[in-house]
């Protein structure tokens, strides 16, 4: 037989005082799984493209939370470490009153840890002889080296501009500039007892521009639109010091990696 309609609702006071008000407690286990799998997933994306300071960075300070041991007086330096002595010595170093930068710079990536110096207080125009006040900068970058494992790439970049007629004989394009201003400033590093062997002196010409896109090829186009202005142009005309990441091609590690013959 049927149940009435008052049996019905009988029925259904009793399942209500029977269950729990909420969401059932399988659902939390749940959510934390799936907030944990998102946090991996976002972790993976983050270090897609690896910046070996950052990780030492973040390494560091794991390990002072759990409180790791301090370093030995003889311990060479970390490129965490050579990162903060860097922004400190940008730190003490005054900006240009025409531009309200410093004329040098400090940033990280995949190859290391690099040295931003601009080519106004470097060089003179057209000329790879170097200036009074890259020397200065130098002399405080040298510690920073010897206190160091790292190779050391020293890079030299223009911006678009045609060399004048006038110094082609000598330099025909800035490639042959840029190169040979490399080389200036690695000369001087060795006439500052750095070891020549760990050195390394390349010429880029115009193309890699300082603020270039990491989601965009570098090509004619972006090259003339980071050339635009006489602001631009400034900030690509610039030499570069990078202590080379283990991981980095041209660095010793890599190039000991390569050299060591596979006997499996």
């Given amino acids: 037989m049927a149940a009435t309609s008052q049996e019905k609702k009988k029925y259904m006071a009793k399942g209500r ?8 407690g399988w659902f939390g286990t749940f959510a934390d799984m799936m907030t944990l799998l998102f946090a991996f997933f976002v972790l993976l994306a983050a270090i897609s493209t690896i910046d070996p300071v950052k990780l030492q960075e973040m390494a560091d300070g794991m390990g002072k939370s759990v409180g790791k041991k301090e370093k030995l007086d003889n311990q060479s330096m970390s490129l965490a470490d050579i990162k903060k002595a860097a922004e400190e010595m940008v730190d003490e170093m005054e900006t240009n009153p025409e531009t309200g930068e410093k004329p040098v710079e400090v940033t990280t990536g995949p190859k290391g840890v690099t040295i931003g110096i601009s080519s106004d207080i470097s060089f003179t125009s057209g000329s790879a002889s170097l200036k009074p006040e890259i020397v200065d900068v130098l002399d405080k970058i040298v510690p920073t080296i010897q206190a160091s494992y790292f190779m050391v790439a020293v890079e030299g970049h223009t911006d678009t501009d045609v060399l004048p007629q006038s110094i082609q004989s000598r330099y025909p394009s800035n490639w042959e500039l840029s190169g040979a201003r490399a080389a200036a400033v690695v000369r001087q590093l060795i006439n500052m007892e750095v070891n020549p062997t760990r050195l390394q002196a390349v010429g880029f010409a115009e193309y890699i521009p300082r603020d270039r896109p990491t989601d965009r090829v570098i090509d004619d186009e972006l090259i003339k639109e980071l050339n635009a202005t ?19 091609p041209g660095s010793q590690i890599s190039k000991l990696e390569e050299e060591t013959p596979d006997n499996s």
């Fill in 230 to 248: 006489r602001e631009q142009k400034a900030r690509n005309r610039r030499v570069e010091i990078t202590f080379l990441a283990s991981t980095a």
């Fill in 17 to 24: 005082e029977q269950v729990e008000e909420g969401l059932p």
